[in-house]
T-cell receptor
C-alpha cells in the first residue's frame, strides 16, 4: 500500500526566503510521486512529477523536488519565495501497479512580505 | 484552465436530499477520477472510471455512486445527504487507465456542496 506524509500543515516564510515543504512516502514498490498546488478557490494544478529519469525534478514556477530513496522523501523546494506562491501544496503517490492515487494532507504556505 | 469542466460550481441542499455532480474530462482523456476535499479529512479519492468502466474504488460511501457515459463525461450521485457530506468535490481526468508519471491527472475547478 502507498501513502504519503506531509510534515507541517502550515509553513510560513518571508518573501525571498527558501521554501522547503516536506513529503515522505511509503510504498512497497517504486512509486510515482507528484506535487500539486491549489490556489484559493481553484482546483489542483500539477507542479512537478517524479519520472525515475532523474532524482532532481524541476517543475513550474521555480519549484523543484528531489527523490531520495534512502530517506523515502520527495521534498519540495524553491530558492526564493514570492507572494504568489502562497497556496496549499499537496504531495501525492501512486504505485506503478496500483490504480489509486494517495494525497498527503497538504501544507499551507504563507509568504510574509 | 485544465480543460476539465465541472458543474455546478456551487450547490446548496438539505439533508436527506440527492444531488448529481457533473464532470467533462479533457478532450481525449479516457479516465475520470472523483475526489472529496473536506477540512477534517483532506483530499480523499472516491472512484475512477476508465472508458466507461469502473477502474478503481477508494473511500466512497454506499450512498454515493458514479458512472461514466459513452461520451466520457461522468456524474457523481450523492444521496441521503448528511451534514458531513458538505465538501468540495473535484473531478480529474487523465489519458490512460493507471496513474503514473506519464499519465498525470488534470483537475477541474470543483463543485462546492453545502448540506444544510
Amino acid at each position: 500500500a502507498q501513502s504519503v506524509t506531509q510534515l507541517g500543515s502550515h509553513v510560513s516564510v518571508s518573501e525571498g526566503a527558501l521554501v522547503l515543504l516536506r513529503c515522505n512516502y511509503s510504498s512497497s514498490v517504486p512509486p510515482y510521486l507528484f506535487w500539486y498546488v491549489q490556489y484559493p478557490n481553484q482546483g489542483l494544478q500539477l507542479l512537478l512529477k517524479y519520472t525515475s529519469a532523474a532524482t532532481l525534478v524541476k517543475g513550474i514556477n521555480g519549484f523543484e523536488a528531489e527523490f531520495k530513496k534512502s530517506e523515502t522523501s520527495f521534498h519540495l523546494t524553491k530558492p526564493s519565495a514570492h507572494m504568489r506562491d502562497a497556496a496549499e501544496y499537496f504531495c501525492a503517490v501512486s504505485g506503478n501497479t496500483g490504480n489509486q492515487f494517495y494525497f498527503g494532507t497538504g501544507t499551507s504556505l504563507t509568504v510574509i512580505p | 484552465d485544465s480543460g476539465v469542466t465541472q458543474t455546478p460550481k456551487h450547490l446548496i441542499t438539505a439533508t436527506g436530499q440527492r444531488v448529481t455532480l457533473r464532470c467533462s474530462p479533457r478532450s481525449g482523456d479516457l479516465s475520470v477520477y472523483w475526489y472529496q476535499q473536506s477540512l477534517d479529512q483532506g483530499l480523499q479519492f472516491l472512484i475512477q472510471y476508465y472508458n466507461g468502466e469502473e477502474r478503481a474504488k477508494g473511500n466512497i460511501l454506499e450512498r454515493f455512486s458514479a458512472q461514466q457515459f459513452p461520451d466520457l463525461h461522468s456524474e457523481l450521485n450523492l444521496s441521503s445527504l448528511e451534514l458531513g457530506d458538505s465538501a468540495l468535490y473535484f473531478c480529474a481526468s487523465s489519458p490512460g487507465p493507471t496513474p503514473s508519471s506519464y499519465n498525470e491527472q488534470f483537475f477541474g475547478p470543483g463543485t462546492r456542496l453545502t448540506v444544510l
